[in-house]
């Protein structure tokens, strides 16, 4: 009886909101959302879930990413011993992205690593968005 308790202290204490992220792109959320409440990811997410395909329902682009583990797929990660890493994926899709308006631009010349530098580079100068075009 103690030996469950403990067990379950230990799954509550591990599920109080640790693993959640959340990327912003700037453009403006629209009500239209596309869930994947079970990603399967592998290695306690070593191995990350394939790619979330929005592409069709968010034709103007995505406003925002959230990735987190719930109690549920910490559960399952728990008595797979972290072999099986399932996670929850939500996308919000966005009304386009009005942030890139008038965003200088950089083309790769087919070493995208070297434009992307070079992106980072002038933003951090400028203090302004810099797109890379590939």
Known sequence: MIRRLFSLGLVVALSTGCYHATVETGATPTSQVVEKPWASGWIYGLVPPSIVETAQRCPSGVAKVETQL?????????????????????????????????SPTIKSNGNGQEAIHQAADQSAREQVPVLVQF
């Open 70 to 102: 719930s109690l549920p797929n910490q559960l399952v990660s728990f008595v797979t011993f972290g072999i099986y890493t399932p996670m929850s994926i939500r996308v919000t899709c966005g009304q386009g992205r009005t942030s890139d308006a008038g």
